[in-house]
C-alpha cells in the first residue's frame, strides 16, 4: 500500500511550470498520456520537435479536456519525494474512478537530460461534477491505497 494521492498543486501552477520548462528550451523530453472511457492516447516529443510545437499540443490536449471536464485536482509526482512512479499513480486514479462518468486522467512528464531534480510530472484528474472531484479527493487523497491487481 501507498499513499498516491499527496502532492496537490493548483492548476495555474502546473501551467506555469509547463510554460517554464518549455519556453526556449530543448533540456527536456517527455510525453502526454491520456486516458478515458473511450480508451488511451500518447503524444510524445519527437526528435527534433521544437518545445514550443510540444507546448501547443499540451495546450491543445488540456483544453480539450477542460470542455468535457471541468473540475480537476492536479498531483505532482517527484523522486526526490520518493513518490509512487506516475504511471501507478495515472492507473489507480483511472481504477478509483470507474464510478464516474467521462473522468479523463491526463499524464505530463517533461524529463530534464541532465537534472532529474528538475524533471516536471503531473498527474491531472478531470472530472465532469463537483461533487466528483471532492468525492475523489475525501476517499483518497493523503490516504493509503491498497496496490491495484
Known sequence: MAILFKTVIGENTAFQMIEDALVGTSDYD?????VADEGERTLSWAPGMHAEQFQTEITEVLRST???????????????????????IRNAAFKLTRGYAGVIVVTLSLLHKRDSLADIE?????????FQRRNFRVRYEGKFIPDQP
Open 122 to 130: 503531473l498527474i491531472f484528474v478531470c472530472f465532469q461534477q463537483d
Open 66 to 88: 477542460w470542455d468535457i471536464c471541468r473540475f480537476w485536482v492536479v498531483y505532482e509526482r517527484r523522486d526526490d519525494r520518493q513518490d509512487a512512479e506516475a504511471n501507478a
Open 30 to 34: 517527455g510525453y502526454l498520456n491520456i
